[in-house]
Protein backbone atom coordinates (compact mmCIF):
# COMPACT_ATOMS: atom_id res chain seq x y z
CA UNK A 1 0.00 0.00 0.00
CA UNK A 2 1.04 3.05 -0.99
CA UNK A 3 2.02 5.84 1.88
CA UNK A 4 -1.02 8.76 1.03
CA UNK A 5 -0.29 12.66 2.20
CA UNK A 6 -3.07 14.83 2.77
CA UNK A 7 -2.17 16.80 -0.53
CA UNK A 8 -2.72 13.26 -2.46
CA UNK A 9 -6.19 13.27 -1.63
CA UNK A 10 -9.46 15.22 -2.62
CA UNK A 11 -10.45 17.58 -0.39
CA UNK A 12 -14.08 16.21 0.89
CA UNK A 13 -11.30 12.84 1.70
CA UNK A 14 -9.76 15.12 3.79
CA UNK A 15 -12.38 16.78 5.27
CA UNK A 16 -13.60 13.13 6.69
CA UNK A 17 -10.40 11.79 7.43
CA UNK A 18 -9.90 14.99 9.55
CA UNK A 19 -13.04 14.64 11.17
CA UNK A 20 -13.25 10.81 11.98
CA UNK A 21 -9.61 12.45 13.56
CA UNK A 22 -11.57 14.43 16.01
CA UNK A 23 -13.07 11.85 18.34
CA UNK A 24 -16.93 12.76 18.07
CA UNK A 25 -18.76 10.98 20.62
CA UNK A 26 -22.06 9.01 19.44
CA UNK A 27 -24.72 11.55 18.22
CA UNK A 28 -27.36 9.59 20.29
CA UNK A 29 -25.78 9.84 23.27
CA UNK A 30 -24.68 13.40 22.92
CA UNK A 31 -28.49 14.26 22.46
CA UNK A 32 -27.89 16.22 19.34
CA UNK A 33 -27.41 14.74 15.26
CA UNK A 34 -24.88 17.50 14.67
CA UNK A 35 -22.39 15.39 16.23
CA UNK A 36 -23.05 13.07 13.31
CA UNK A 37 -19.95 12.19 11.31
CA UNK A 38 -21.55 13.33 7.86
CA UNK A 39 -23.03 16.67 9.29
CA UNK A 40 -19.52 17.26 10.57
CA UNK A 41 -18.12 16.82 7.49
CA UNK A 42 -20.56 18.76 5.41
CA UNK A 43 -20.03 21.61 7.28
CA UNK A 44 -16.46 21.33 7.56
CA UNK A 45 -16.49 20.87 3.99
CA UNK A 46 -18.35 23.99 3.19
CA UNK A 47 -16.46 25.90 5.44
CA UNK A 48 -12.96 25.06 3.16
CA UNK A 49 -14.42 25.23 -0.03
CA UNK A 50 -16.79 28.34 0.01
CA UNK A 51 -16.60 29.74 3.41
CA UNK A 52 -20.43 28.74 4.33
CA UNK A 53 -21.46 26.27 7.12
CA UNK A 54 -24.53 24.95 5.01
CA UNK A 55 -23.44 24.86 1.11
CA UNK A 56 -24.30 20.91 1.97
CA UNK A 57 -26.69 21.09 4.00
CA UNK A 58 -30.41 20.00 3.96
CA UNK A 59 -32.62 22.99 4.51
CA UNK A 60 -33.31 22.16 8.16
CA UNK A 61 -29.53 22.72 8.85
CA UNK A 62 -29.30 19.49 10.85
CA UNK A 63 -29.58 16.89 7.80
CA UNK A 64 -26.95 16.48 4.58
CA UNK A 65 -28.29 17.37 1.39
CA UNK A 66 -28.69 14.15 -0.79
CA UNK A 67 -26.07 15.04 -3.24
CA UNK A 68 -23.07 15.84 -0.49
CA UNK A 69 -24.82 12.40 0.79
CA UNK A 70 -23.87 10.61 -2.50
CA UNK A 71 -20.30 12.48 -2.78
CA UNK A 72 -19.46 11.44 0.61
CA UNK A 73 -20.67 8.02 -0.19
CA UNK A 74 -17.88 8.12 -3.47
CA UNK A 75 -15.34 9.52 -1.07
CA UNK A 76 -15.84 6.77 1.26
CA UNK A 77 -15.48 4.45 -1.64
CA UNK A 78 -12.32 5.76 -2.28
CA UNK A 79 -10.39 5.85 0.52
CA UNK A 80 -11.90 2.44 0.74
CA UNK A 81 -10.05 1.27 -1.93
CA UNK A 82 -6.76 3.29 -1.03
CA UNK A 83 -6.98 1.13 1.63
CA UNK A 84 -7.49 3.99 4.41
CA UNK A 85 -10.42 3.28 5.69
CA UNK A 86 -13.08 0.63 5.71
CA UNK A 87 -16.88 -0.08 6.47
CA UNK A 88 -18.20 -1.18 9.58
CA UNK A 89 -21.01 -4.07 9.50
CA UNK A 90 -24.44 -2.17 8.93
CA UNK A 91 -26.18 -2.38 12.98
CA UNK A 92 -23.33 -2.77 15.70
CA UNK A 93 -21.88 0.16 17.52
CA UNK A 94 -20.30 2.84 16.54
CA UNK A 95 -19.22 3.74 19.80
CA UNK A 96 -15.52 3.02 20.90
CA UNK A 97 -16.11 0.43 24.08
CA UNK A 98 -18.27 -2.04 24.88
CA UNK A 99 -21.96 -2.17 24.51
CA UNK A 100 -23.97 -1.05 28.37
CA UNK A 101 -27.59 -1.27 28.65
CA UNK A 102 -28.89 1.86 28.63
CA UNK A 103 -26.55 3.49 27.15
CA UNK A 104 -28.03 5.24 23.68
CA UNK A 105 -25.38 4.44 20.81
CA UNK A 106 -25.14 5.31 17.50
CA UNK A 107 -25.51 2.31 14.93
CA UNK A 108 -23.07 2.12 12.33
CA UNK A 109 -24.25 3.34 9.02
CA UNK A 110 -21.44 2.12 6.75
CA UNK A 111 -21.59 4.90 4.35
CA UNK A 112 -20.75 7.70 7.02
CA UNK A 113 -19.27 6.13 9.67
CA UNK A 114 -15.62 3.71 8.21
CA UNK A 115 -13.25 2.95 10.75
CA UNK A 116 -10.45 4.46 10.00
CA UNK A 117 -6.77 2.60 9.27
CA UNK A 118 -4.33 4.90 8.81
CA UNK A 119 -4.77 7.23 11.89
CA UNK A 120 -1.88 9.12 11.29
CA UNK A 121 -3.05 10.14 7.99
CA UNK A 122 -6.23 11.15 9.75
CA UNK A 123 -4.30 13.15 11.73
CA UNK A 124 -2.20 14.76 9.32
CA UNK A 125 -6.26 15.66 7.56
CA UNK A 126 -7.48 16.41 10.93
CA UNK A 127 -4.42 19.23 11.67
CA UNK A 128 -4.65 20.42 7.58
CA UNK A 129 -8.25 21.22 8.39
CA UNK A 130 -7.38 23.35 11.63
CA UNK A 131 -5.02 25.47 10.10
CA UNK A 132 -7.85 26.85 7.20
CA UNK A 133 -8.95 30.06 9.56
CA UNK A 134 -12.82 29.05 8.50
CA UNK A 135 -13.16 25.90 9.30
CA UNK A 136 -10.93 26.57 12.97
CA UNK A 137 -13.52 27.59 15.19
CA UNK A 138 -16.17 25.37 13.76
CA UNK A 139 -13.79 22.27 14.34
CA UNK A 140 -12.62 23.21 17.70
CA UNK A 141 -15.94 23.77 19.12
CA UNK A 142 -17.23 20.28 17.99
CA UNK A 143 -13.99 18.85 19.82
CA UNK A 144 -14.74 20.65 22.96
CA UNK A 145 -18.27 19.85 22.96
CA UNK A 146 -16.90 15.84 22.37
CA UNK A 147 -14.88 16.62 25.22
CA UNK A 148 -17.50 17.64 27.08
CA UNK A 149 -19.87 14.73 26.08
CA UNK A 150 -17.29 12.11 26.32
CA UNK A 151 -16.64 12.96 29.85
CA UNK A 152 -20.61 12.67 30.66
CA UNK A 153 -20.46 9.61 29.45
CA UNK A 154 -18.10 8.36 31.54
CA UNK A 155 -19.21 9.96 34.59
CA UNK A 156 -22.38 7.72 34.06
CA UNK A 157 -20.23 4.66 33.66
CA UNK A 158 -19.56 4.59 29.78
CA UNK A 159 -16.70 2.06 29.01
CA UNK A 160 -15.84 1.48 32.68
CA UNK A 161 -14.48 -2.11 33.30
Known amino acids: ?5 PEDLTPLEVALLGVLSVGLPPSRAAGSDTFRVD ?10 SSGERSTHLAPDGVKVAPA ?3 ELR ?3 ESLSGKGLVVAQAAGEPAAAGGFEAGL ?3 LVDPDEHPAVLDRYLAQLCMEQLFNIP ?5 LMDRYA ?3 EVWRRLREDGY ?3
Not at 39 to 48: I, K, N, S
Not at 134 to 138: I, K, R
Open 145 to 147: ASG
Open 68 to 70: FRA
Open 39 to 48: HVTAVVHGLA
Open 74 to 76: SAI
Open 159 to 161: ARD
Open 1 to 5: MPAYQ
Open 104 to 106: QID
Open 134 to 138: AVYPY
